[in-house]
């Protein structure tokens, strides 16, 4: 069993920054890939990045590519993302999630599937204003 905790989350004008934190439980932390996604008011839950066990290949939705980078600490079963020259259209409730890979390194499809991760987070409250 994997819990994860989100925080960093909040309201910030557009092009701010924010830089949320998911801290994971467990002694195994390094052998799950992570992935952030986010789901908007009457829209369906979307990939935003996802990193592989190691940290070292990081994926992104095209949205946000450029802008926002994800990394992790795996002496510190955490997680991060971070949000720069942040957009209204980026308001969501971001959720981190977490799924077993014992190593194994696929490819761009095996970390962009919200249905493949089997570890939720509550969710973070990011508001964007214009």
């Known amino acids: 069993q994997v819990q994860l905790v989100e925080s960093g989350g909040g309201l910030v004008q557009a092009g701010g920054s924010l830089r949320l934190s998911c801290a994971a439980s467990?002694?195994?932390?390094?052998?799950?890939?992570m992935g952030w996604f986010r789901q908007a008011p009457g829209k369906e839950r979307e990939f935003v990045a996802a990193?592989?066990?190691?940290?070292?290949?990081?994926y992104y939705a095209d949205s946000v590519k450029g802008r926002f980078t994800i990394s992790r600490d795996n002496a510190k079963n955490t997680v991060y993302l971070q949000m720069n020259s942040l957009k209204p259209e980026d308001t969501a409730v971001f959720y981190c999630?977490?799924?077993?890979?014992?190593?194994?390194?696929?490819?761009?499809?095996?970390?962009?599937?919200?249905?493949?991760?089997?570890?939720w987070g509550q969710g973070t409250q990011v508001t964007v204003s214009s």
């Open positions: 999630a977490a799924r077993y890979s014992g190593g194994y390194y696929g490819s761009r499809a095996y970390y962009t599937n919200s249905v493949d991760y089997n570890y």
């Open positions: 467990g002694r195994t932390f390094s052998s799950y890939v």
């Open positions: 990193i592989n066990s190691s940290g070292g290949n990081t």
